[in-house]
């Protein structure tokens, strides 16, 4: 078990409840070869942080963009917590360092790790909520996620990848991409897809995700990289 002072160090928060902080790095994985282990792995609170997590933004943008539809809030709140998005602050806060994981999923270090650092995130508000209540994790969500609006707005991050690789394709290539489920892996609690998209017969691009919607979106966005979009 990881020593998680350093790490409390690091976000500026020091638990009352230390089981918590451990919860919150306590993969699923890592309770089938450590059963002697008497903590509750982390997806209940991550299902609380997830919820903590939207209503945090979802305030900060309301009020920070009191002009903006509720199409444009929407966007911009997926684009502030999606996986992509709370991956980066999980690692720049270095909480792989902590990951309480399985032998097998220690070693992968792709797509799957961002998963679990994205959970993981989400995972430690929840015990943050728990912790230090609304207001500590307030703040903590206002240093480490909102300070990112500005660069997500400045680059377009937000914008739907789908709709624009598909008003872009019209226009250029005279087609509506479509697009098929190329592989499907892992276990049903945690299902992995990989989405190809096509215009017309020729693969442009491939995209992962933990639904099909979210691999469709990351083709989509691989496939305006690889057209100069």
Known sequence: MPDFTEFEKTIGITFVNKELLK????????????????????????????AVLELVV???????????????????????VNTTTLSAVASSLNMGNYLLLSKGEARDMGRARQYILANTYEALVGALYLDQGYEGVRGFIERTVLPLIDEIIEKRLWQDHKSLFQEKAQEKANTTPSYKTLREEGPDHGRHFIVGVFLGEEQIASGEGMSKQEAEQNAAEKALSVKNW
């Open 23 to 50: 919860q919150a790095f306590l993969h699923r994985s890592y309770l089938n070869e450590n059963r002697s282990v008497n903590i509750e792995h982390n997806e209940r609170i991550e299902f609380l942080g997830d």
């Open 58 to 80: 979802t305030d900060f943008l309301f009020h920070r963009f009191p002009k903006q539809t509720e199409g444009d809030l929407t966007a911009y709140r997926s684009a502030l």
